[in-house]
């Protein structure tokens, strides 16, 4: 039991990302001390050579200069070996063409975790899904190396990149103009002002014209998309 539990255990939002150095198709990195100042999707994909995990490689590595232009690094993981990383990204260079894309070289690092220790730190082996295989878990980390975001999906099921895209930017989007995004949110779409901390402060958000105000806790502004994907996107 003590055993399954260190497997299982994991960090949580608003944690320091658990520290390590590894190996990788890019060199030795220590995470996150080699990003801050940046944000870091770090996710981890059960084996090379594997169907699903190519299809999520290759979205990857195609939107990799998207994510990068929102001062965003990318970093994988599975507990397959670097020759095996190596031979399997070759591969998809120079063999696998998928929803138009082909001849995709994946230039951000895939860690090797043999030993599976970055994998248990963060909690990416599930036993009752796959003892000997990581799940498909993406942290997000922010610039001062704390995690924001985790999203867990079992082998079977390959990610949304649209949704991936869209959480760090409603993350940075947040952050920069201190407001939350409702659901489905997108830049452009109203944005989420916080409940007011007393009777006065509701009643001028219910007269202010700039805020839309469907009760006293409900209030949405206007923040316009243009405004935020400049600021964020200028801020690498």
Same mark, same amino acid.
């Given at each position: 039991?003590?055993?399954?539990?260190?497997?299982?255990?994991?960090?949580? $939002?608003?944690?320091?990302?658990?520290?390590?150095?590894?190996?990788?198709?890019?060199?030795?990195?220590?995470?996150?001390? +080699?990003?801050?100042?940046?944000?870091?999707?770090?996710?981890? &994909?059960?084996?090379?050579?594997?169907?699903?995990?190519?299809?999520?490689?290759?979205?990857?590595?195609?939107?990799?200069?998207?994510?990068?232009?929102?001062?965003?690094?990318?970093?994988?993981?599975?507990?397959?070996?670097?020759?095996? &990383?190596?031979?399997?990204? #070759?591969?998809?260079?120079?063999?696998?063409?998928?929803?138009?894309?082909?001849?995709?070289?994946?230039?951000?690092?895939?860690?090797?975790?043999?030993?599976?220790?970055?994998?248990?730190?963060?909690?990416?082996?599930?036993?009752?899904?796959?003892?000997?295989?990581?799940?498909?878990?993406?942290?997000?980390?922010?610039?001062?190396?704390?995690?924001?975001?985790? $999203?867990?999906?079992?082998?079977?099921?390959?990610?949304?990149? +649209?949704?991936?895209?869209?959480?760090? $930017?409603?993350?940075?989007?947040?952050?920069?103009?201190?407001?939350?995004?409702?659901?489905?949110? #997108?830049?452009?779409?109203?944005?989420?002002?916080?409940?007011?901390?007393?009777?006065?402060?509701?009643?001028? #958000?219910?007269?202010?014209?700039?805020?839309?105000?469907? +009760?006293?806790?409900?209030?949405?502004?206007?923040? +316009?998309?243009?405004?935020?994907?400049?600021?964020?996107?200028?801020?690498?």
């Amino acid at each position: 039991m003590e055993n399954q539990d260190q497997v299982m255990s994991m960090p949580r $939002i608003g944690d320091p990302a658990p520290e390590f150095r590894a190996v990788t198709t890019q060199g030795e990195i220590n995470f996150p001390s +080699d990003y801050i100042g940046k944000w870091a999707i770090l996710f981890s &994909h059960p084996a090379d050579f594997t169907p699903v995990c190519t299809s999520e490689f290759m979205t990857f590595a195609h939107l990799e200069k998207q994510f990068n232009d929102a001062n965003c690094e990318l970093i994988g993981l599975s507990i397959d070996g670097l020759y095996s &990383h190596i031979a399997w990204l #070759r591969t998809i260079k120079e063999k696998i063409e998928y929803k138009g894309m082909k001849d995709i070289e994946v230039t951000f690092p895939l860690i090797e975790d043999i030993k599976m220790d970055v994998a248990k730190k963060y909690g990416m082996i599930q036993p009752n899904e796959d003892s000997t295989k990581a799940v498909r878990a993406v942290f997000f980390v922010d610039p001062r190396g704390i995690i924001r975001t985790i $999203i867990y999906y079992p082998l079977s099921l390959g990610r949304n990149f +649209d949704e991936l895209y869209r959480v760090l $930017i409603a993350l940075q989007t947040a952050d920069e103009f201190g407001i939350a995004t409702p659901a489905d949110w #997108r830049p452009g779409d109203d944005v989420i002002i916080g409940p007011a901390g007393s009777c006065g402060t509701a009643k001028e #958000r219910m007269e202010d014209g700039d805020i839309d105000c469907k +009760d006293w806790f409900f209030c949405t502004k206007k923040l +316009d998309k243009d405004i935020v994907l400049d600021k964020i996107l200028k801020k690498k």
